[in-house]
């Protein structure tokens, strides 16, 4: 069973840029479509972006493209979400997990492709 931690959240200006990491144990993540979800105070959770086991794919909301890009690292069982021009209405906590899927494709539902093996999340903020 594969488990997941997110890193890289944390307070930034309108305009700034985060790194966030999602690093994987106990499985190696070669087989997998990994997606980056976030969850907003009083809102739904909110499939960000995929990519594909091979990183031939990926997928992004309408409302992130543009301004994020993900990417990963399988020799180091990790995947990343570059976040650029980052907005107040980005601030969620960002959770990543695999998906029942090894591609990615812009008719996919992230939710209910979703395993639900996030981690604890990571925070991020942004604010003047």
């Known amino acids: 069973q594969v488990q997941l931690v997110e890193s890289g959240g944390g307070l930034v200006q309108p305009g700034g840029s985060l790194r966030l990491s999602c690093a994987a144990s106990g499985r190696t993540l070669d087989y997998y479509a990994i997606g980056w979800f976030r969850q907003a105070p009083g809102k739904e959770r909110e499939g960000v972006s995929c990519?594909?086991?091979?990183?031939?794919?990926?997928y992004y909301a309408s409302s992130v493209e543009g301004r994020f890009t993900i990417s990963r690292n399988n020799a180091m069982n990790t995947v990343y979400l570059q976040m650029n021009s980052l907005k107040p209405e980005d601030t969620a906590v960002y959770y990543c997990a695999t998906l029942f899927a090894s591609r990615c494709y812009s008719d996919y539902d992230l939710n209910r492709l979703s395993r639900g093996d996030w981690g604890q999340g990571t925070q991020v903020t942004v604010s003047s």
């Open positions: 990519i594909s086991s091979s990183a031939d794919s990926t």
